[in-house]
């Protein structure tokens, strides 16, 4: 995974004219772009997969860090690469230039996996967020962690299953020191779970959300937060509070370990993803939503947009709340109609069972939430 700095006079341009330089005449360049990022390409079935997956990327940072601050002047530009027009090592490369570009080139083909795949957007991201907020000389201070963390969780999110497998792997490595994992910069070529598991562990510490996204805020910044984490950690429980950081971490560890995996949401966080994906007022054209949606089925671009969110769907349901389960489900029975069937009618009814899910799933969550506030009173 290399990684390198440089000044170049426009990233967007020399990427845009790398892949055209190489697209033949069976292939169009194609480009789908949403507030952070703007993916660029020879296949638009690829070009929309990017796009969402880095959509779930933005939403997953969220939770870790101060959304406004995600809001950059600039894209990241994510350029697609067939292999054979591959200039770097490993599976990505992030550069930054000046003006607060930055550039994400995947080696696109069938060896990257969707783990790199969602690492990679995070580091990019991550770049990015440390010079709009930092300026110029963020990277050089921004350690590689937060990326890693945040790109593992996303991946889990979308695969729920393999939490145990990477678990697992993880017994067998080398835990790493507290500083050691809080010193290493994000351009290092080590990426493994550790990050995403002391991620974990600082929120089973009985941290809140609050103090989780200012102590990441902190490091991200450049700031040693050792001291403060310990302050925070250790004190929180009697039998930690006389151990140093690393005998926490080492104890933390093992305990994630053994826990059981839990991949099932949240009620509330499965309902914004499933309206997420059902809400097609960012899609090119307007008033567009899913009654209307039939109507665009010839529309190439539309169809690699639905196709994309179909495929996330099918990666995500397995994490889906019980309660949400059936609207998920009945969603993507309307977009696999709208990709693959000609007939108006299946559509329709496929919309109305969605629909019907979807408010239902609704009333059994606030029927749930309107008992369990009445048991705390």
Not at 187 to 193: G, I, K, M, Q
Request: glycine share 6%; aromatic share 10%.
């Amino acid at each position: 995974m290399a990684s390198s700095t440089g000044k170049v006079i426009s990233l967007r341009f020399l990427a845009l004219l790398l892949l055209v330089s190489v697209s033949d005449a069976k292939s169009d360049l194609r480009s789908a772009s949403n507030a952070q990022f703007e993916i660029i390409g020879l296949h638009g079935r690829s070009v929309g997969y990017v796009e969402e997956l880095s959509r779930h990327i933005v939403e997953v940072a969220g939770r870790y860090l101060d959304r406004s601050a995600l809001q950059f002047p600039q894209r990241i530009l994510v350029s697609l690469k067939p292999p054979e027009y591959v200039n770097f090592e490993g599976d990505y490369s992030v550069r930054f230039g000046e003006r607060g570009f930055v550039n994400l080139d995947l080696r696109w083909d069938e060896s990257l996996n969707l783990l790199t795949t969602c690492r990679a957007l995070s580091e990019a991201l991550l770049v990015r967020y440390s010079i709009f907020n930092y300026g110029q000389a963020g990277p050089n201070f921004l350690p590689k962690w937060p990326a890693t963390a945040i790109g593992t969780k996303a991946y889990i999110v979308l695969r729920p299953a393999q939490s145990k497998r990477l678990i697992d792997w993880t017994e067998f490595t080398a835990t790493p020191t507290v500083g050691s994992l809080l010193r290493r910069k994000w351009n290092e070529p080590a990426a493994d779970l550790n990050a995403y598991l002391f991620l974990q562990a600082i929120e089973r510490g009985g941290l809140d959300r609050r103090r989780v996204r200012s102590l990441m805020a902190q490091s991200i910044a450049g700031q040693d937060v050792a001291e403060e984490l310990a302050g925070r950690v250790l004190s929180n429980s009697p039998t930690t509070e006389n151990l140093g950081l690393d005998d926490w971490w080492r104890a933390s560890f093992q305990e994630l370990l053994t826990l059981p995996v839990e991949p099932m949401e949240t009620m509330e966080d499965s309902r914004l993803w499933i309206e997420a994906l059902a809400d097609l007022s960012n899609a090119e054209l307007k008033n567009l939503n899913l009654s209307r949606l039939w109507h665009e089925r010839e529309n190439e671009a539309m169809r690699e947009l639905i196709n994309a969110r179909y495929e996330l769907l099918k990666l995500r349901i397995l994490r889906v709340n019980p309660a949400y389960f059936n609207a998920a489900r009945s969603l993507g029975a309307l977009f696999e109609t709208y990709l693959a069937s000609e007939r108006r009618h299946k559509y329709i009814f496929n919309l109305t069972v969605f629909l019907g899910d979807l408010e239902d799933s609704r009333a059994l969550q606030e029927k749930v939430e309107e008992a369990l506030n009445r048991d705390r009173r």
